[in-house]
């Protein structure tokens, strides 16, 4: 298959996940915007944990279920990446205004299309107008899609993303290779563009939101299940028998446990500088929003992280191949500043997301209380602990990217994460296993246990 073919059906399996994600997504989102915040919080949980659970490791758990058999991975790896494509849909909504379709708002556009004369022009403002706000969701839904890798190179199944990268580990020439990547950036720059214009058109509108009914947030909470199911629970119940039966043979093998240990910092000492860097430039730029300039300069450093791991790989990979370049290319700055690129998209939601939480009037009110353990608990649980979230959070964004590593990071400074995925074409072993959960989920019990401490000293 060529990598128009490649990129063709990848094309199609995104859009065709985004539409079939999409009802599932609104669901959600009126159920979380009319909820109480005893409802909320459970359900916003359950959608972080699905987008920052290891795609490798879901991929890893089902691939004996799929191999050998085409039809089923490719059935497969739509189901999943559909249930990966929820929580992405239902933040950009919760990001954008709510819908015109609720509160009065709904009930005037419902006696307005039924009563007037020109009712045809008020349907077709009504659907103009839901078009124009879904747009930046159904966007964001598929270009995530169409960028998947981990997922797709698993099951073997087609993806212009696995067809690129295997033909370069191949030998083909950068050159090439850098041809070849303009058709996948190409359509990714038309995506972008429609998700900007999209997104500027709905930032007039602020409509109301009506109450939903309790039966609505009983399916908005049993659908979410879901993919928790698919995503999470079901890949640590297959891969738990073989952890508990090797976890006895590996403890006894020390040198195996420093490797993974040295894997594991180098991930993530490289992670945490990019994140650094990636949550200072966002900062930067949002601050100057309040100008056409800085929009500009927002939209432009954002760009290359929104095309892709892989083809943000391949640019710098080429410029750091240049001459002058050349001789910084074995150290980790071309991976700091991929994995920078890459994440500072993710780093200018989570700013906007901790400043509008700042910006409530009652971290303003706690910010004036006296000096003391109550001034210090307050303020840790409403403004300090949802930055260490975020920036955990981006840390292990930067910690799971596979491209990056693969193809800048220095070959004395491999991350885990490249040697599993090398170890988990040739199937699931006992001891791969093992490592698997190690590498990929003890940074998550280490944030964790940092959590935990910084809340008993906070309070």
């Not at 949980?45 to 991929?59: K, Q």
């Not at 100008?291 to 500009?296: D, I, K, L, P």
């Not at 791969?432 to 003890?442: K, Q």
Request: charged residues 15%; glycine residues 8%; proline residues 7%.
């Amino acid at each position: 298959m060529t990598l128009w073919e490649s990129c063709g059906w990848t094309l199609g399996r995104a859009m065709l996940v985004a539409i079939a994600a999409w009802p599932v997504c609104r669901l959600l989102e009126t159920s979380l915007r009319t909820s109480p915040a005893r409802v909320q919080k459970p359900v916003l949980a359950i959608l972080a944990v699905l987008f920052l659970f290891p795609e490798l490791l879901t991929a890893f758990a089902w691939m004996p279920w799929v191999a050998g058999r085409p039809a089923v991975a490719e059935v497969g790896c739509a189901v999943l990446l559909w249930c990966r494509a929820i929580p992405i849909g239902v933040a950009t909504l919760l990001v954008g205004p709510p819908t015109a379709e609720s509160g009065p708002s709904r009930f005037l556009w419902q006696e307005l299309a039924g009563e007037s004369p020109i009712r045809g022009q008020y349907r077709w403002r009504g659907l103009r107008g839901e078009l124009r706000r879904v747009a930046p969701a159904l966007v964001l839904m598929g270009l995530v899609t169409f960028q998947e890798f981990e997922l797709a190179a698993l099951f073997k199944t087609v993806s212009w993303t696995d067809w690129l990268f295997v033909a370069q580990a191949r030998g083909l020439e950068l050159g090439a290779a850098a041809r070849q990547v303009v058709l996948p950036v190409a359509i990714q720059l038309v995506a972008l563009f429609v998700l900007v214009g999209s997104s500027r058109a709905n930032s007039a509108n602020e409509p109301d939101v009506e109450p939903s009914e309790q039966s609505t947030r009983n399916l908005a909470a049993g659908v979410v299940l879901i993919p928790l199911f698919l995503l999470v629970l079901l890949p640590l119940g297959l891969l738990a028998p073989a952890v508990v039966e090797g976890l006895s043979v590996w403890w006894q093998q020390p040198g195996r446990l420093r490797g993974m240990a040295l894997e594991m910092v180098s991930g993530l000492s490289a992670s945490l500088v990019a994140s650094m860097g990636a949550l200072w430039v966002a900062g930067r730029l949002l601050d100057g929003l309040g100008s056409s300039w800085g929009r500009f300069w927002l939209i432009a450093a954002l760009l290359p992280g929104l095309c892709g791991a892989l083809a943000l790989a391949m640019a710098l990979q080429g410029l750091f191949l240049l001459p002058g370049l050349r001789t910084v290319y074995g150290t980790p700055l071309p991976w700091v500043i991929g994995l920078t690129l890459w994440l500072l998209p993710r780093a200018a939601l989570l700013q906007w997301w901790t400043r509008r939480s700042l910006e409530q009037p009652a971290v303003v009110v706690a910010e004036q209380l006296p000096d003391g353990g109550r001034r210090d608990r307050v303020l840790w649980r409403m403004r300090d602990r949802p930055r260490f979230l975020a920036g955990a959070c981006l840390v292990y964004w930067g910690y799971l990217d596979l491209t990056l590593a693969s193809m800048l990071a220095p070959a004395a400074m491999t991350p885990g994460i490249v040697r599993l995925y090398n170890f988990m074409h040739y199937g699931r072993s006992t001891m791969l296993s093992v490592e698997a959960i190690t590498i990929l989920l003890v940074p998550v019990a280490l944030a964790g246990l940092v959590l935990g401490c910084l809340s008993l000293r906070r309070g």
